[in-house]
């Protein structure tokens, strides 16, 4: 029409169109993630749920670029990829770390090395620690550590590090050095240590309650039997204690003993030598620096 306003090379009536397709889209690819996430939470679990739900999410969004562009602006995609030529390339080269990344977001969701609300260790970042997993989108996983920080981690970092995940694996084993001044106060360090670990509650495998029925859940896996060399009791988890090392004037004596929460691991350890500490006093024996 003559009297159509024109904005640069394309109609008013075009760009509201392309405005109001995108908006649409926008719109339906908000209203797809929730009725999935909605449908799949009670079904699934959380990390599948949301990865699935994601995916539709892109996809609606893809294709309501495609059809704004192609239908609105007349533009032919395939052409214009055609055309740019050298431009393309260093793009696609440009872009390849957010493929990588967007792949291997799709195949932790699939494979699920890690899911919401684990413990996990991530080698490779340092700094990091231990951290809870909070949130993986396609791109990135994010976790947040004992001290609060969030840390966003690239996806394909998680399928070519070393991943530690301490939820899955059920629990852990702490070691802590103890140094005394004579093999003759082995023998009571050793009374002192077993006693503070047995009352500990947060120590195994002297546990109550759910704990207890976790911890017998852990020892039906084939895995665990065959860790502890097909040992079926609570038993394989005592404590232990062994002589690192002998000199004139010490012993150096490593403890070992097993927790399930990673996240309590400095607390529990402070807590742990605080008593076996005011113990060994009460008997006697002091510990050397």
């Known amino acids: 029409m003559a009297d159509e306003i024109i904005i640069g090379e394309f109609t008013l009536g075009q760009i509201l ?6 908006l649409i889209t926008l719109i339906l690819a908000k209203a797809a993630n929730a009725l999935l996430r909605r449908y799949l939470d009670d079904r699934v679990s959380r990390n599948w749920s949301k990865g699935v739900a994601r995916i539709a999410q892109y996809v609606i969004l893809g294709l309501g670029l495609y059809i704004g562009f192609d239908q609105v602006f007349r533009f032919s995609l395939s052409a214009l990829l055609a055309s740019l030529g050298i431009l393309g390339l260093a793009v ?10 967007a792949i291997a977001g799709i195949l932790i969701s699939i494979t699920r090395p890690i899911r919401l609300e684990d413990w ?6 340092p700094d990091t620690g231990i951290g809870r997993v909070k949130d993986i989108t396609l791109l990135t996983t994010v976790l947040r550590d004992t001290d609060g920080r969030m840390s966003f981690v690239p996806n394909s970092m998680i399928l070519t590090t070393k991943v530690i995940n301490y939820t899955r694996s059920g629990f852990v084993a702490i070691h802590t050095n103890l140094t005394i001044p004579s093999i003759s106060d082995f023998d009571k360090l050793k009374e002192v240590v077993l006693e503070v670990a047995d009352e500990d509650p947060l120590i195994m495998p002297r546990v109550a309650g759910e704990e ?3 911890m017998a859940r852990l020892f039906e896996a084939r895995s665990i039997r065959v860790m502890f060399e097909h040992k079926h009791d609570a038993s394989a988890l005592d404590p232990k204690l062994a002589i690192a090392s002998v000199s004139e004037s010490r012993i150096e004596v490593i403890v070992r003993f097993w927790i399930r929460e990673i996240s309590k691991k400095d607390e529990i350890i402070s807590g742990f030598l605080r008593e076996v500490c005011s113990r060994l006093e009460k008997e006697g024996v002091m510990l050397v620096d």
């Not at 696609?92 to 990344?101: E, K, L, P």
């Not at 996990?120 to 970042?125: F, K, R, T």
Request: zero cysteines.
């Open 212 to 214: 207890k029925s976790a």
């Open 92 to 101: 696609a080269f440009a872009s390849q770390q957010v493929i990588q990344n």
């Open 17 to 22: 169109a392309f405005v109001f397709i995108i």
């Open 120 to 125: 996990v260790e991530i080698g490779g970042i």
